[in-house]
């Protein structure tokens, strides 16, 4: 009796934190290569270990660092078991529904030129710029997620966001010299 | 710090990467149906690999009162730091003397010898 309302708080824990955290899991499995064919598999996975695994975990604050750490493993395993290796690193499908062709066109090339600086900076950097930038977890989720220490994160952050700058602006200045 | 330009781009590319509201609700949907029927991957994590690393210090810089508190404790223990190495510096710059208060003395013990001499030679006068 009692194990059955611990399963049914814990699959109330797990709905909770699958509507706050799923797109922050499935864009973290794309970003770690998962195709997009099997994201939303491993997305199930990701959430049926923290079922298993919730009554373990205090709540801390680092909830993204926790979910970000089973992505990782289970992307890891994906890699490992399947081999499927062809979609590695490519860019994240776009699901969001457009709005108007201006704003698609627009979230299109963020996409495509976010997923190009992503794919050629070095792994320590462009998950640390990634959690960071576009997922917005602070520096100490950072460094709990990837297991790194603090001053390695913020290094790793600053140096990346100056190759984007750079990469950025020289793609400013070279739309202004096109015809 | 992000400069805007970034900032705008990134924020693009997240509202572009999501799963979608019917998607999501039928992942969760699938979730949950899996977890009620006990229906689970054979591939598991050790506790240890998920679970993750959390210090108080961590803990607290999850939260913005937190990051001030933890501010205002670095800052008053630089201070403490500041002030007692100030004090040992004026300490060692300027060592407690006794030299004044000899002196002091010594001019007092002249001056009473000089009065005694003097009464001496009144009374001998």
């Known amino acids: 009796m009692a194990s059955r309302r ?119 950097l462009r998950l640390a710029f990634y959690l960071s930038d576009v997922e917005g977890l602070t520096a100490p989720e950072i460094s709990s997620a990837l297991g790194v220490k603090l001053n390695t994160v913020y290094s790793r952050v600053r140096k990346a966001r100056k190759l984007f700058d750079d990469l950025l602006a020289s793609r400013a200045r070279e739309e202004l010299e096109a015809p | ?54 210090t108080f210090a961590f803990r607290a810089w999850g939260f913005a009162l937190g990051k001030v508190g933890l501010a205002l404790v670095a800052l008053g223990v630089s201070g403490a730091f500041a002030c007692a190495w100030q004090k040992s510096a004026d300490v060692s710059s300027n060592p407690p003397s006794r030299e004044p208060f000899r002196h002091g003395a010594l001019h007092v013990e002249r001056l009473e010898a000089e009065l005694r001499a003097l009464t001496q030679d009144d009374r001998a006068a």
């Open chain 1, 6 to 124: 611990d399963d049914s708080s814990s699959a109330a824990q797990v709905t909770r934190v699958f509507a706050e955290h799923a797109d922050f899991v499935w864009r973290s499995l794309r970003r770690l290569g998962v195709a997009a064919a099997d994201a939303d598999d491993v997305l199930q996975e990701v959430f049926l270990v923290v079922h298993r695994r919730i009554s373990e975990y205090e709540d801390r604050g680092l909830m993204r660092a926790w979910l970000f750490s089973i992505s990782q493993q289970l992307s890891k395993h994906y890699h490992r078991s399947a081999k499927r290796m062809e979609e590695r690193q490519r860019g994240v499908v776009t699901n969001a529904p457009g709005t108007d062709l201006e704003e698609a066109v627009a979230r299109r090339e963020a996409d495509q030129v976010v997923n190009a600086f992503l794919d050629g900076l070095d792994e320590s």
């Open chain 2, 1 to 54: 710090m992000k400069s805007d330009r970034a900032r705008r781009v990134l924020a693009l590319y997240r509202s572009a990467a999501t799963l979608g509201v019917d998607e999501k609700a039928r992942l969760g949907d699938l979730v949950l149906a899996r977890t009620l029927r006990g229906d689970f991957p054979r591939f598991d994590l050790p506790a240890a690999a998920v679970a993750p690393d959390s």
